[in-house]
């Protein structure tokens, strides 16, 4: 199968590194990332161990295959960008993979994408972007995939087939949008509280109030997305969250690594979101946007802001 990674930072470049195994893969990422790739090759740290010499290049312009499959791994205030891009290259049959944070990515993608070629899914595999050209995979995961419309397609099928091959643990969901809200609601609980107080997973449940916080938080974005129609336990998200964080204790979220790097953060796709649609249907969301806040007094000021 040919394959593109769109976005080749941490996960990209993991997964990119792991299909490329039984595959013909082409990342696409940033100038120095993809310079020393190009160069010395790239190298994977941690949970798995390669360096590998991998097909790399800055823009999709440089790509020559026909992809059947681009795998969307850029930020999701990248998505719209990065899907105008890659609908020069996509021919009928190919189909695109987001395999995001945030709640907000499909409704990007259909700007640029048709609806039947998009897919989604999730990964709880931990990666860090040590420098250009290494990658440190901190802590191995489940990858979920599905049709947006939950069917059980021949297509799915042989994705998830591919990953599994490639060594990706991988399972079909027919509920994939569920899934989507489910590891927003984790995401919204852990990500900006450990952005704001620059600490690791972990520490959020060494701290008594914290963890009190993170049930709150997790309370009130779980009634947001009950209240939009999707089906969660609050106290099964609360459980799952607490487990979550005791497995990627030694972890710094995302949003930390964001943060720390003087990057834009996915706020506004995670708890932005949620806080949207908690004003549209009617749900008080103060907590999530006080997260909103707290993660803005941290974060660099990006071009053209003051």
């Not at 204790?249 to 690594?257: H, K, V």
């Not at 004003?279 to 053209?304: C, D, H, W, Y």
Request: charged share 20%; proline share 3%.
């Amino acid at each position: 199968m040919n394959i593109v990674i769109m976005g080749a930072g941490a996960i990209g470049s993991l997964f990119g590194v792991l299909l490329a195994k039984k595959n013909t893969v082409v990342l696409v990422g940033r100038a120095s990332h993809i310079s020393r790739i190009q160069h010395q090759g790239l190298t994977i740290t941690g949970k798995t161990r390669l360096r590998v010499s991998i097909p790399a290049v800055e823009t999709i312009k440089e790509i020559t295959l026909s992809p059947d499959l681009i795998l969307l791994t850029v930020k999701s205030y990248d998505t719209e960008a990065a899907c105008s891009q890659v609908c020069t290259i996509l021919h009928d049959k190919t189909l695109v993979i987001s395999l995001q944070n945030g709640l907000d990515n499909i409704e990007k993608m259909e700007r640029n994408i048709e609806k039947k070629q998009i897919l989604a899914g999730v990964t709880t595999h931990g990666t860090f972007f040590s420098e250009p050209g290494v990658i440190i995979h901190t802590g191995m995961g489940t990858t979920i995939l599905g049709e947006l419309d939950g069917r059980l397609s021949t297509r799915i099928t042989k994705i998830t087939d591919v990953f599994n091959k490639a060594g990706i643990d991988t399972k079909i969901s027919n509920d994939i949008i569920g899934e989507i809200w489910r590891k927003a609601i984790i995401n919204s609980s852990i990500n900006p509280l450990t952005a704001f107080l620059g600490c690791k997973n972990g520490y959020l449940l060494q701290n008594p109030l914290l963890g009190k916080i993170v049930e709150c938080i997790c309370t009130e974005s779980s009634t947001i997305a009950h209240g939009n129609g999707i089906p969660v336990s609050t106290q099964g998200m609360i459980k799952r969250t607490k487990e979550v964080i005791q497995q990627t204790a030694q972890n710094s979220s995302s949003m930390l690594q964001s943060i720390q790097q003087g990057k834009k953060t996915e706020i506004d796709s995670i708890n932005g979101v949620l806080a949207r649609v908690g004003m549209e249907k009617n749900i008080e969301t103060p907590l999530n946007r006080i997260l909103i806040e707290l993660v803005a007094s941290r974060s660099v000021p990006q071009k053209g802001q003051k």
